[in-house]
């Protein structure tokens, strides 16, 4: 290669123009924020008044216990809704694509609708649905499987669980539509040379079909854990402001309430942020590592 | 050639539309435009429409233009005041409780209307308070919300009770007295209550003109008031007599659907009630009960209740303060007109003094109990409503003493004490202090 030509092309004006477009916003929308906000982390911030505190920021967020109880229920939600919603949607996955021969279409639409459902409206259901003396609640008491009616939205634990089952609501049949293509990509000549070996359903299911299924629940434990790490929309309006007493209060949650309801704080709302970022790519990170080290 | 054609057909095409814009609004140069955000149609937006009819006869060249602004106004306010003042209206409503924050983290942002002539002698004092800063006074004041105790008077007859008995100054003790006879002839629970709000504990603890900080902005929740009404609350929550729903809506349908013999809150609670028309003559309202062996405690309170600022960045700030001046502010009989519209209307009560001449503020009530004339006594009560300093930090205190109690009522604590304690350690945490 001539290094003349690696030269022009560089300075090919023309290349340049087109993606300038893309580069300034780029450059406007995410550049400028990510710098600008290394900048607020160093400030005191109320409103118009703000002050020089250096890592003061991070000294309050190490001591923040709300924050922190923040995080663990970040972490609660990472732990149990995504193995749940994984398990449902392969399921799912697995019945559409050899248990259901018609209706395969409508049924894939069915399950793909609530992902694509206003976040506000189908909080505002679930809240008439779940309200002590909603739906939920009298159909229960009235198959007598319980005899008192349960505080889904106003008990601690159980807000915690009103908060998985919306979730898994949402987006198992988002993960069941990338698992169903993944799914589809399977050659079926390895399941004939299986039977043939004499293998089983089950252990074809095991041996094949998860291993090769491996790439897809990655992706979608992956997106899931930086999906569940920004959760926001659930605990402000389903279970009001993260309540009942923060008992659903996420981190991201309390960002926004330090910055635009409580405190005009966003001098420790950026701080906030940035950890929130690190720990959002350190998941990401361990978990390409655990199941896809090794390619 | 064909491409030149194509070309510059599609420049003018271009420039038609990103000049078109401009060319639009130079066309409305001729009259102005003052802009209002506020957050209800039926309510505020409803009494600035009717205000804005009324400065429409005085200056006909200026359009008030009223924008609903239903979800988190104040964050919305924040992001403009943060870019600049860029997307800002003229005229903004701010609830009063967290009017205080914005004046101290954002100086300057409002026009200093004592200034520019407001007489607020004439507004209910307690409303002016929280917009003064020094010697400058920012708002005009716009509604009340004076308390009162509500109660079914179907439901204290079903329980063999003569409601007009309780049309009187109650104690707290007296209220839980009747709704434990209520409960015990098999009745309702007294008071719906919404587990996800405040107001309750706010109502009885401003009844007795005990503050929530001290005069130098620290918490002050260890106050007999504040005990007292939390040991009243809990005495409620354990013996039934609250009906517990999950969030406004919820709680109003409680109400509404007759699921408790009554409700404590303020008057702009009535137009809610009034659309439900079938329980006409149903109601009545007793006075707010009275937190006894707290010095200074009132049969009366507030709950709510806003008022108007005008931006500094404004670029119509001399028609927007005109507006404001010559109708909420003016004793002009047309303007006086319009505060007695609104209160019929809207239940809105204003709190400038001189509007309460108006025949709406002493007519009968057909829609309560033998025509109580509900609005002369939501009147009288305000006039002993103790003051209440909110601070820069009134939202982060509500919420960490909202979430306290819940975990009081929930018997995740058990005393008092533990409650306040887990408010102020809250509050500490969640304000850095």
Redesign the interface.
């Known amino acids: 290669m001539k290094p003349g030509g690696a030269y022009y092309r560089y300075l090919n004006r023309v290349g340049w123009f087109y993606i300038a477009p893309a580069v300034l916003l780029y450059c406007a929308f995410m550049l400028y924020p990510i710098g600008s906000s290394l900048f607020l982390v160093t400030q005191k911030w109320r409103g118009f008044n703000r002050e020089f505190v250096g890592l003061a920021n991070f000294a309050r967020l190490a001591q923040d216990k709300i924050f922190w109880q923040a995080l663990g229920h970040n972490f609660l939600f990472i732990f149990t809704q995504i193995p749940i919603m994984v398990f449902l949607a392969l399921i799912l996955a697995v019945i559409l694509n050899k248990g259901i021969g018609r209706f395969r279409g409508p049924f894939r639409v069915f399950y793909f609708l609530p992902c694509v459902t206003s976040l506000v409206a189908y909080s505002v259901l679930f809240r008439i649905l779940l309200q002590t003396n909603g739906l939920l609640n009298n159909l229960m008491l009235g198959l007598e499987v319980i005899n008192k009616p349960i505080g889904w939205l106003n008990n601690p634990f159980w807000a915690k669980v009103t908060i998985i089952i919306a979730l898994t609501w949402r987006w198992t049949g988002y993960n069941t539509v990338f698992f169903l293509v993944g799914l589809q990509n399977i050659d079926d000549t390895i399941f004939e040379a299986a039977e043939v070996d004499g293998a089983g359903k089950i252990r074809q299911f095991f041996r094949i079909t998860l291993p090769l299924l491996v790439p897809v629940i990655l992706f979608s434990a992956v997106t899931s854990t930086i999906g569940t790490m920004q959760l926001f929309d659930e605990p402000n309006i389903l279970t009001w402001e993260g309540g009942p007493s923060n008992a659903t209060m996420t981190v991201a949650l309390y960002i926004y309430r330090q910055a635009f309801v409580t405190n005009s704080d966003f001098g420790y709302a950026s701080a906030l942020s940035y950890v929130m970022v690190l720990i959002a790519g350190a998941l990401a990170f361990i978990q390409i590592r655990l199941l896809g080290g090794r390619d | 050639m064909k491409r030149v054609v194509t070309v510059s057909l599609f420049i003018l095409l271009t420039a038609a539309v990103v000049f078109g814009g401009g060319q639009g609004s130079t066309g409305k140069m001729a009259g102005k435009t003052v802009t209002v955000w506020c957050w209800d149609p039926n309510f505020n937006g409803f009494s600035m429409q009717q205000a804005a009819d009324v400065y429409k006869k005085i200056r006909p060249n200026v359009t008030v233009e009223i924008v609903d602004i239903p979800e ?1 106004i ?2 919305k306010i ?2 403009g ?2 870019a600049g003042g860029a997307g800002l209206p003229d005229i903004a409503l701010f609830q009063d409780f967290v009017i205080e ?2 004046i ?6 409002f026009v200093d209307l004592k200034a520019e002539g407001v007489d607020y002698s004439k507004f209910a004092q307690y409303k002016v308070g929280p917009m003064t800063d020094g010697s400058k006074i920012y708002g005009i004041p716009f509604d009340t919300g004076s308390t009162g105790l509500f109660l079914r008077v179907d439901f204290m007859r079903d329980a063999g009770l003569n409601p007009d008995q309780y049309k009187r100054n109650m104690t707290w003790d007296e209220v839980i007295d009747l709704g434990t006879k209520i409960k015990q002839s098999g009745g309702k629970p007294l008071l719906a209550y919404d ?2 709000s405040y107001d309750f504990l706010r109502i009885l603890v401003q009844s007795t003109g005990t503050q929530f900080f001290k005069p130098d902005g620290s918490l002050n929740f260890k106050t007999p008031a504040l005990r007292k009404s939390l040991e009243y609350m809990k005495k409620m929550n354990d013996g039934g007599l609250f009906y ?4 406004w ?2 709680w109003v349908s409680a109400f509404n659907n007759g ?1 408790s013999v009554g409700l404590l809150n303020a008057l702009w609670i009535i137009g809610t009630l009034k659309s439900k028309s079938e329980n006409a003559g149903k109601w009545m309202v007793a006075p707010t009960p009275l937190v006894a062996g707290v010095p200074g405690a009132r049969n009366a309170s507030n709950n709510g209740g806003s008022s108007w600022y005008v931006f500094a960045s404004s670029k119509e700030k001399a028609e927007a303060v005109d507006f404001l001046k010559s109708t909420w502010a003016s004793e002009d009989p047309a303007a006086l007109e319009f505060y007695n519209i609104i209160l019929k209307q809207a239940g809105a009560m204003g709190t400038f003094l001189p509007s309460r001449s108006g025949s709406n503020y002493t007519a009968n009530d057909d829609f309560f109990y033998k025509s109580q004339p509900v609005f002369k006594d939501f009147a009288a009560w305000m006039e002993n409503v103790p003051t209440l300093n909110y601070t ?2 009134y ?2 205190m509500r ?1 960490s003493l909202r ?2 109690m ?2 009081l009522f ?1 018997g ?1 604590i058990t005393t008092i004490d533990e409650t306040l304690t887990r408010a102020e ?2 509050y500490k ?4 202090q």
């Open positions: 988190n104040e964050g924040e992001a005041l943060q924050k914005f101290q983290n954002y100086p300057g942002i587990s996800t517990t729903a999950e969030g809506n919820n699921q820069a930090n939202l982060a919420d979430n306290a819940n975990l929930g995740e350690q809250e945490q969640v304000t850095g």
